[in-house]
């Protein structure tokens, strides 16, 4: 689809983007006092095509000179919300180069080539930003023309802890029924995600008699730390067997991570399945774990030694469409 200047157009990505995918990436970081880049080694497209049963990815594409000047995913997954299947769209990955930003309609015309090539398979979307990344904020949620409106669903804290733990403890019987991750999550907020459908296949479950976790080292996902600022510098030349926090990264170097998540309504179970991940994660630098901010499952991460990010949860709507999501919301961390 070409814009009204003719000069530029939005398509879809193949596989021969994915150099140029690399590049807008690797060239964008995020955060605060702890500044990342979020990479997708060896192929971007390849990475948001395995948190999926299906995933596009679309390009800004400059007409005159080939160079890609904006990117954003589509990330579809299966779940039933008031007992009714549906498709959820994770809009994710969105960048914008520097010498971009400020053509706004440009933005508006990936969202609408986004929503017209979705339009007969999702059914409503989803999307994250960082609450000190206060320049999406602005962009996204201004309610510019153009651009579909996000309606708020909440604070979203991401804790990373540290790994670990004093003796190998005991480990929890593996996952053997779907049943019971749909029950839990269902309890939680109502909605029933398709585990097969959000790229959990290689997760390691850990099931007590109350409750069920699980833990993944998504290798098709990774951080680089670009910097550290505040007190943050000097805590990442502690040894972190000195401060009880999380193994922080040299700048420069990827994090070694993985990424967890807790589902039990019993705090006592909640925490042997949190010492578990823990335990599991052995060797790493940290386990992230995520959750709304008035889930109680946050009073009890926060009861670890942890670093925080912080977060906000919006359903997308474009024209025509009304809020589907009512009520808490319970959403992995390695789902976004």
Excluded at 26 to 37: K, L, Q, T, Y
Excluded at 108 to 114: I, K, N
Excluded at 225 to 244: D, E, F, K, N
Excluded at 306 to 332: A, K, T
């Amino acid at each position: 689809m070409s814009g009204p200047s003719r000069r530029f157009a939005v398509r879809l990505a193949g596989a021969s983007d994915d150099p140029a995918l690399r590049e807008i990436l690797a060239e964008d970081g995020f955060g605060g006092r702890i500044r990342v880049c979020a990479l997708r080694e060896p192929s971007p497209l390849a990475s948001f095509q395995r948190e999926g049963h299906e995933a596009l990815v679309f390009l800004l594409e400059d007409l005159e000179d080939g160079r890609v000047l904006g990117m954003g995913g589509v990330v579809c997954r299966d779940i039933a919300l008031g007992g009714k299947r549906r498709t959820l769209g994770y809009l994710c990955g969105l960048r914008i180069r520097a010498e971009a930003r400020g053509q706004f309609r440009r933005l508006g015309e990936v969202y609408r080539e986004l929503r017209r090539l979705t339009a007969d398979r999702v059914d409503l979307y989803l999307s994250a930003i960082l609450a000190e990344n206060p320049r999406a904020l602005r962009l996204l949620t201004g309610a510019r023309a153009g651009l579909p409106r996000y309606h708020p669903l909440g604070g979203y804290l991401t804790f990373f802890l540290p790994t670990g733990g004093r003796g190998p403890g005991p480990s929890l019987k593996g996952w053997s029924d779907p049943s019971l991750y749909e029950a839990l999550r269902s309890r939680m907020d109502g909605m029933r995600w398709e585990p097969r459908s959000c790229g959990l296949e290689e997760a390691c479950w850990v099931q007590t008699d109350g409750g069920l976790g699980y833990l993944v080292v998504p290798g098709h996902k990774q951080y680089r730390v670009l910097s550290y600022g505040g007190w943050m510098r000097l805590a990442s030349w502690i040894p972190p067997w000195l401060t009880g926090y999380p193994r922080l990264p040299r700048p420069g170097h990827l994090a070694r991570y993985a990424t967890g998540a807790i589902f039990s309504p019993d705090p006592d179970q909640a925490r042997r399945i949190l010492r578990e991940l823990r335990r599991r994660a052995r060797g790493l630098d940290f386990l992230m774990i995520g959750c709304m901010q008035d889930d109680p499952l946050a009073r009890l991460l926060a009861e670890e030694r942890h670093v925080l990010y912080r977060s906000r949860l919006f359903e997308v709507l474009f024209p025509g469409m009304e809020p589907q999501i009512q009520g808490p919301l319970q959403v992995e961390v390695a789902l976004l």
